[in-house]
T-cell receptor, first 113, second 114 residues
């Protein structure tokens, strides 16, 4: 069953703690993305990766970090430097750039308590 | 600067009536345009895309969209709305074949009333 899997679905974090969100895909896609979604706003790009061992900052990368050691995995770490981390986080993948659509995971809702 | 506008935060339509969700864009090159739908607490699902060719593209669940280059618009349409179409709809644009980044609209909440 092909797809993109995010875990966990819900995550609670205490202020000052780092937390890592998992994203795995078995679609053999080269490109992977992390987005943040806040109420009433569109998706904002945090990081993206075009290929293994390479990634680029998106529009709101401050306070986040990623790695791309394997083609199928693109974990996102929300660090204590992120001032307002409570949000819905979406991971996506696509074959390549240009005319290909992105496929999304089901999202992780992170709440800082 | 590249941008996507969805001018309506919410659209209300009676079941069985036609629906339109509006999207306009601003990019400097040739646009690749996409529509996605999001149900509550879920990820986004791809509906349709315009790359080139016929300005009217058909997608999933009976949706279609019309690309209008002169008006820089890509409105989403459906001839007869269903209650199950109620969701959040996003328009997105990518500038050109080598660009990885998608620029997203803020989303339009579609409410279909029985």
């Amino acid at each position: 069953d092909g797809g993109i899997t995010q875990s966990p679905k819900y995550l609670f974090r205490k202020e000052g703690q780092n937390v890592t969100l998992s994203c795995e895909q078995n679609l053999n896609h080269d490109a992977m993305y992390w987005y943040r979604q806040d109420p009433g706003q569109g998706l904002r790009l945090i990081y993206y990766s075009q290929i293994v061992n390479d990634f680029q900052k998106g529009d709101i990368a401050e306070g986040y970090s990623v790695s791309r050691e394997k083609k199928e995995s693109f974990p996102l770490t929300v660090t204590s430097a992120q001032k307002n981390p409570t949000a819905f986080y979406l991971c996506a993948s696509s074959i390549a750039a240009g005319n290909t659509e992105a496929f999304f995971g089901q999202g992780t809702r992170l709440t800082v308590v | 600067a590249q941008s996507v506008a969805q001018p309506e935060d919410q659209v209300n339509v009676a079941e069985g009536n036609p629906l339109t969700v509006k999207c306009t864009y601003s990019v400097s090159g040739n646009p690749y345009l996409f529509w996605y739908v999001q149900y509550p607490n879920r990820g986004l699902q791809f509906l349709l895309k315009y790359i080139t060719g016929d300005n009217l593209v058909k997608g999933s669940y009976g949706f279609e969209a019309e690309f209008n280059k002169s008006q820089t618009s890509f409105h989403l349409k459906k001839p007869s709305a269903l209650v199950s179409d109620s969701a959040l709809y996003f328009c997105a644009v990518r500038e050109g074949p080598s660009n990885y980044q998608l620029i997203w609209g803020a989303g339009t909440k579609l409410i279909i009333k029985p």
